[in-house]
């Protein structure tokens, strides 16, 4: 199956869209091939403002509605409590919300973004998508991360080479509860790291200090640069450190 057959057996869709690589090319297929898709954007204290900023870009891009959704993510206990498989109830908090706002809109089939990469057995957040019937055109098209970065280049997007992004709450251990102080601290920190030029880079929030990960290769700047990020983070970090093993790409 291609996207185009997708889209032609199912050309009234609901996306779950997040602004990053994978969600943005589908909306970008969808709206080529021809279907009726709207967008579903939940802005919670776990996305940061630029991934909103992303999206909205998209979708105006290529010319598709967005529905932009508010969400206490905390509101849950078990997503607050943050357990090891918090992903799981997360994703039924935020699509659960999907669903019931598609459904007023008369959108009965939901989307997202997952890709023939995405390990589903490491994965609680998918089995809540299996659950609540959730599709994944990327996935049972057996298109791969690599795939999606190379159509979304050839398609002109400008999120082909985004770097992959995990929720805020993924910097806060499992076992420790997640607060709204904990994620504002770690978003301030990132911010920080983000308005002096890196990329594809994490501050993990260990005690009361901002853990900075990030690629190998950026190692050297994040050394050369030390103090000005260190008088940068400082308002959100009693302590900094940098991993040296260098960031994995993994979450």
Known sequence: ???????????????????????????????????????????????????????????????????IMELDALCDPDVARNPEDRCYYCKNNVFGNILAQAAKDGYSVIIDGTNASDDASDRPGTRALAEMKVRSPLRECGLTKDDVRRLSREAGLFTWNKPSYACLATRIPHGEEITDDKLHRVEGAENVLRMMGFSDFRVRKRGDTGLIQVPECQMVSVIRLREEIALGIRPYFEKIALDLEGRKAHD
Do not use: I
């Open 1 to 67: 199956m291609t996207l185009q057959d997708f889209f032609r057996e199912n050309n009234k869709v609901a996306l779950g869209f997040s602004g990053g690589v994978d969600s943005s090319y589908l909306l970008y297929a969808a709206t080529k091939y021809g279907a009726d898709v709207q967008a579903y954007f939940v802005k919670s204290q776990f996305q940061p403002e630029f991934e909103l900023e992303d999206a909205r870009r998209l979708a105006d891009e290529v010319g598709a509605g967005l529905c």
